[in-house]
C-alpha cells in the first residue's frame, strides 16, 4: 500500500494544467489488469451490463430503423436482370504478347509495326501485325516481350482485325494486390483477413448494385447513400465484430454520412455545379440521358468520404472504450472532452489527407491554369476546380462532424459504469 500512495504523491506533483481523467494504477475493474503496466482490456467495456442496455437503445433507436430502411431500400432499387450495357459501345478485346517491332513501312505514318503473338480469343496462338505509337510519340513505347490489349473489329481481314488498345497491366496490378493483401493480413492477422472480405464486398456493391441502379434511373444520391450505408454495416462489423464498440462506430458513421449528403447536396447546388466537368461525365451522359449528373456528383462525394468517415469514427469509438476501461468511473463530460482531444490530431491530419487527394486528382488541370496565369479567383470558379474544392471541403466537414458525433455517443455509452459495480473485496 506505501507504495502505492507514494507514486500517487509523485503523479499529483505534475501539475494541474488541465482537467484529465483519472487513470488508476493496480487493479482494475474485476479484469485482472493493472499490475503496474497500466494495460486495460476494452472487451470488459463490451461485457458491461450498463453499456450493453444502453447501446441497445441506441441500435433499437437509430440503428435498426436506418438498416432495415437501407435493405429494404436496396431490394426496391436492386437493377435487375437485362444489365446496363450500351450495344453499340460494346467492342470485343484480346491480349497478346508483342514478339517484334519495327517502323512502318510508310514513314508518314509514324508508327511502328508490332508483331504480336495473341494469347485469347478466336485467333488464340496465331502472330498478327498490330499498328502501335512510334517510340517518339508516347511515353511508354511498345517494347518486345511486353503484353498489350487489341480491340477486334469482327468480319474483317485477320491482318486488320485486331487494333492496339493500351498496354496490358493486369499483371503488375495483380502482383500490386497480392503484395497489399500479404502486407494486410501480416500486420492484422484474422481482422485484416476480414477487412479484405469487406474490400471485395465494397468492390460487389459497387459493380452489382450502385453503377447499375444509377444507370438504370434511379436517383443516384439515394442509391449512393443506400450502398453506403450497407456497405459501412458489413465493413464496421465483418472488420471488427458485432459487438457495442461497432454498433456506436456504425451510428457514428452513418449520421457524419447523412451530414455529408445535406452539405455534399446544398452546395452542389449553391455553386451551381453541372456535373459536367467531372471525367467521362459528357460520355455517361450521351449513353444514358436521363442520367442526373449533379446527383451523381453529390454521390461521388458520398462514396469518397465513407472509407475516410469508417476510420475516424471506429478510430473514436475505440478511443473511448480503452478511457472507459481504464476509468470505469469517468463521467459523460469527461470521456466527452478526453475524447475530442484525442480527435483534434487525428482528424487534422486526415483532413489534409483527404484535400490533398482531391488536388492530386485535379493536378493536370491546376497545372493547365497554372500555365495560362490566371488570377485565382478565376481559377478557383471554374467548374473543374470548383468541383474539387466542393468534394474535398464537404467531405472533410463530413469527417468534422463525426468526431464530435462518435465521441458523444461512445460517452453517453460508456459514462459513469463505477455506479452500477458490484464491490468487491481485496
Known sequence: MASRHAGRRRADRKGNRRPALDIPSGHGHGHGHGHG????????????????????????????????????????LWPGGGGVKVESYQTSTARGEVTAVKACPDPKDKCDLATVKLSNGPDKGKAVPIQVPSASQTSVPVKVGQSVMLGIQDGAPLDQRYQYVDHDRSKPLLILAVIFAIAVVALSRWRGFAALIALAVTAVMLTQFILPAILKGSNPLVVAVVGGAVIMTIAVFLTHGINAESSIALAGTIAALGLT?????????????????????????????????????????VIGALGVLDDVTVTQAAAVWELSAANPGANRRELVAAGLRIGRTHVASVVNTLVLAYAGAAMPVLLVFA????????????ETVAVEIV?????????????????????????DRSRDLVATPE
Open 371 to 382: 500555365i495560362q496565369g490566371l488570377p485565382v479567383l478565376s481559377v478557383i470558379s471554374t
Open 37 to 76: 503496466d497500466h494495460v486495460v482490456d476494452t472487451s470488459v467495456v463490451n461485457s458491461d451490463a450498463v453499456v450493453a442496455r444502453r447501446v441497445r437503445i441506441v441500435v433499437a433507436a437509430i440503428l435498426a430503423p436506418l438498416i432495415t430502411a437501407a435493405v429494404v431500400l436496396l431490394v426496391v
Open 391 to 415: 468534394r474535398g471541403l464537404v467531405g472533410s466537414l463530413g469527417i468534422i462532424a463525426a468526431v464530435p458525433l462518435t465521441t458523444a455517443l461512445a460517452a453517453m455509452a460508456v459514462a
Open 261 to 301: 449528403v445535406l452539405l455534399g447536396w446544398f452546395f452542389t447546388g449553391f455553386s451551381q455545379l453541372s456535373g459536367l466537368a467531372s471525367d467521362g461525365a459528357s460520355a455517361a451522359k450521351a449513353f444514358a440521358p436521363n442520367l442526373d449528373l449533379p446527383g451523381l456528383l453529390t454521390a461521388g462525394m
